[in-house]
């Protein structure tokens, strides 16, 4: 499956070709294709899934070992198969919005929020 920038690339060596150019044009030109296309796979290469972890708390490295724990017995491993960007409020909950939209503009696939509060 050819690449946008290698579709590009092919088509100028087709169009110098049928021009007409010289051998040490067509060979930095070679050269310089040679270079993009690893280039242009890489970029198109699937990235990891990044989920967004949103506590209302501090650290809480028991949960946290929940959470990953969870996540293991779905085949999901923290750095090798899926993301995790963590944020935590520390009690301070007019912080929420701000963290959240923080998660939401870096992209996120998907926002976990936990907290210690329960709510009835």
Known sequence: MATRGQG???RRLAAILAAGMKRREFVTLLGSAAVAWPLA???QQPTKPVIGF???SKPNPPMLEEFRSGLAENAYYEGQNVLI????????YDRLPALAAELVRNRVDVIVAAGDEVIE
Do not use: D, F, S, V
Request: charge should be neutral; aromatic fraction near 12%; hydrophobic fraction near 35%.
């Open 8 to 10: 590009r690339i092919e």
């Open 41 to 43: 796979a890489r970029a």
């Open 54 to 56: 949103l506590n209302t």
């Open 85 to 92: 960007e963590y944020r935590w409020a520390e009690g301070h």
